[in-house]
């Protein structure tokens, strides 16, 4: 009983930590490596989810949640870095670039 509110708790508290050391993290590994492993995190959360028991899900949510910062700060710093590259193509301003795949992320996340 209980279980899934636990889970809950584990993944957001970790993830609000996380989130304070998440801009190191991402300069250290990179932003692709940040997504990439982040993104693995979530398969091993979902995994957990299969297995519900509180062994599992509160060490898959701990683990969710140390990643999930690094991955929302990647995510933006991806697109940024990708824009500034791209914006000679694109025959535009970086910053206007960087506003247009910027735009297309927030977008996809709110899907």
């Known amino acids: 009983q209980g279980l899934g509110l636990a889970s809950n708790v584990a993944l957001y508290a970790t993830f609000m930590i996380a989130g304070i050391?998440?801009?190191?993290y991402v300069d250290l590994i990179g932003s692709k490596l940040s997504l990439i492993s982040g993104y693995f995190i979530f398969l091993v959360y979902t995994a957990c989810n299969y297995?519900?028991?509180?062994?599992?899900?509160?060490?898959?949510s701990v683990l969710l949640g140390i990643f999930y910062g690094p991955v929302w700060v990647a995510i933006y710093a991806h697109a940024t870095v990708t824009a500034t590259t791209y914006s000679a193509a694109l025959k535009e301003e970086p910053k206007n670039a960087i506003a247009l795949?910027?735009?297309?992320?927030?977008?996809?996340?709110?899907?």
Do not use: R
């Open 51 to 60: 297995y519900p028991s509180w062994y599992a899900l509160i060490s898959g």
């Open 21 to 24: 050391f998440a801009s190191p």
């Open 101 to 111: 795949f910027v735009a297309f992320v927030a977008a996809a996340t709110k899907l």
